[in-house]
């Protein structure tokens, strides 16, 4: 048991630039008199900059220019932490060498999440090596691991699994220990299979990373630390008048994640309240705040939380032969969106139809369409938004509404959710 342990999880925006990473190094300089593990997403939107990569390998195009940006945007990061012919300029350009046979890979849609998983990895590997090395660079003390060493999962690509009894004794038998000498730096969202590819666990999985050490590890409390001061009731940069909750119980939090709020991780709570660990979300622009305390025993409140998820797609499908819709109508939708590996925001069913909305993912639409079009007349619409508000104040929505048609709807007791366009 370690519930001395405390796991330090910083995103993107936090680690996004050398400013960031003066910000990282001041709010660790004073919090690591104990020992703790610290994990680390990409820099930035490196992500987004390899899914580029990848769209041009998938169009057969040139893509070393988007390969070039990548590596010049770490070292010139660099270039303002470090005096010159630092080893960290080497080691980043060993690293990127690795990458390359994973470059030359053929891709199609076939094998693309595989693919997309080997070199997704190194915006966290690139993030986690600049990161441990300017810390070092400072005088902080400790150890960089490799996150794949540990958490073992299955092989659905992008979507990865966790083999729990696996990932538990690999933390206990190789960071236990070592976690009693120093402080552990190590990268999020990523895992490895059985036949040890790389494999990542959902986009913005490092939060997830968090809570699976931190449960394999019995760690004392989880902290997430963003770019906001705590979990709001809303995304400040899409909604006015945002309040802050000072602490929610872990089902309010999951249900928030659920319907994609995006301040914490889905699959973050349910690890966390299964082992009574504790969850803190704190500003990485204002550390010494109080930020937001999720457990199980806080203060119910009836506060409306409202969460916008953009880029969604409307699929309505249709019965052809005048039958009503039953049990196995929709049985079959979900067993193409179960070997798509798409997720259902939102379900709606009438006498002779089932609307479903989604995500939009590459490729997807077109295979589920493809996949379903013998069985049902299929339509759907796409750049949509779905509005959740969760213990709505039905006063307020028409005001919510204002300036969009409105395509689908759906109320429940404690739930109102709104599928739109902008007018």
């Known amino acids: 048991m370690n519930r001395t342990l405390q796991v330090y999880k910083f995103g993107g925006a936090s680690v996004k630039d050398a400013a960031a990473l003066l910000n990282l190094h001041t709010i660790l300089q004073s919090r690591l008199q104990t020992n703790k593990l610290i994990v680390v997403s990409a820099m930035g939107k490196t992500t987004n900059a390899l899914e580029a990569v990848l769209a041009k390998k998938l169009e057969q195009a040139n893509f070393s220019k988007e390969w070039e940006q990548i590596k010049h945007f770490h070292l010139e990061v660099c270039e303002e932490l470090f005096p010159p012919a630092h080893p960290v300029i080497e080691k980043i350009e060993q690293l990127l060498d690795t990458a390359q046979p994973i470059l030359d890979l053929p891709i199609s849609k076939i094998n693309y999440d595989e693919v997309y998983d080997q070199l997704i990895c190194y915006g966290e590997l690139l993030s986690s090596l600049v990161v441990s090395e300017y810390l070092t660079f400072k005088g902080l003390t400790l150890a960089w691991q490799d996150a794949r060493s540990v958490i073992h999962t299955d092989s659905d690509f992008r979507f990865a699994k966790i083999d729990w009894e696996k990932t538990r004794s690999a933390c206990q038998n190789q960071w236990a220990g070592l976690l009693e000498h120093t402080t552990i730096l190590t990268q999020g969202f990523i895992g490895r299979d059985p036949l040890g590819l790389t494999t990542t666990l959902g986009r913005e999985g490092s939060d997830f990373t968090a809570a699976i050490l931190a449960t394999s590890l019995d760690a004392e409390s989880v902290t997430i630390w963003k770019d906001v001061p705590g979990v709001l009731n809303a995304d400040p940069k899409l909604f006015p008048n945002t309040l802050k909750f000072d602490e929610l119980r872990y089902r309010e939090a999951a249900e928030m994640t659920y319907f994609g709020a995006s301040v914490i991780h889905p699959k973050t709570i349910k690890p966390l309240a299964n082992a009574g660990i504790p969850l803190f979300v704190k500003s990485f622009l204002d550390p010494e705040a109080s930020g937001t305390k999720i457990h199980e025993h806080a203060a119910p409140h009836e506060v409306p939380t409202l969460v916008l998820k953009k880029n969604q797609v409307l699929v309505t499908f249709k019965v052809t032969d005048f039958t009503f819709i039953e049990e196995q109508h929709i049985q079959k939708i979900y067993e193409q969106l179960q070997v798509l590996k798409l997720r259902v925001n939102m379900l709606q069913v009438s006498a002779i139809t089932v609307s479903i909305v989604l995500d939009t993912q590459l490729f997807k639409l077109e295979q589920l369409v ?30 919510l509404m204002e300036g969009y048609a409105l395509l689908l709807e759906q109320t429940t007791r404690t739930t ?3 599928v739109r366009r902008k007018k």
């Open 416 to 418: 109102y959710q709104a």
């Open 370 to 399: 493809e996949s379903l079009k013998t069985a049902f007349e299929i339509r759907y619409n796409e750049e949509l938004e779905l509005l959740t508000i969760l213990k709505p104040r039905v006063e307020e929505i028409p005001m």
